[in-house]
């Protein structure tokens, strides 16, 4: 049974920073890649930042480009998002995704076809 579990999450001022963590148990990690997605309250889910399967490759949304890196840990089977120069905005539920697929470049933004998702860890951004 895949299990992703998002952990890190929390209450920071603007401008801040935090790292948020998932880690990934049922599938042969290294394999995958791997991506975070948010939900703010009223909003859709959308796609924010992915990994290829061997790191080689990120891919972040323009709306956190240059302030969020997303990297990952072959050996402990955990997928990171740093997040810096944190704004209200970015308050939401972060999801942690896998891909479908095994040694794909980045997660489909197209959240239909994400294989497997983690239950979300709460970030908010006070002003």
């Known amino acids: 049974q895949v299990q992703l579990v998002e952990s890190g999450g929390g209450l920071v001022q603007a401008g801040g920073s935090l790292r948020i963590s998932c880690a990934v148990s049922?599938?042969?990690?290294?394999?995958?890649?791997m991506g975070w997605f948010r939900q703010a309250p009223g909003k859709e889910r959308e796609f924010v930042a992915s990994i290829s399967w061997n790191g080689g490759h990120t891919y972040c949304a323009d709306s956190v480009k240059g302030r969020f890196t997303i990297s990952r840990d072959n050996a402990k089977n955990t997928v990171y998002l740093q997040m810096n120069s944190l704004k209200p905005e970015d308050t939401a539920v972060y999801y942690c995704?896998?891909?479908?697929?095994?040694?794909?470049?980045?997660?489909?933004?197209?959240?239909?076809?994400?294989?497997?998702w983690g239950l979300g860890t709460q970030v908010t951004v006070s002003s």
């Open positions: 049922g599938l042969t990690f290294s394999n995958y890649a």
């Open positions: 995704a896998a891909d479908r697929q095994t040694y794909t470049i980045f997660v489909p933004r197209d959240m239909s076809l994400v294989g497997s």
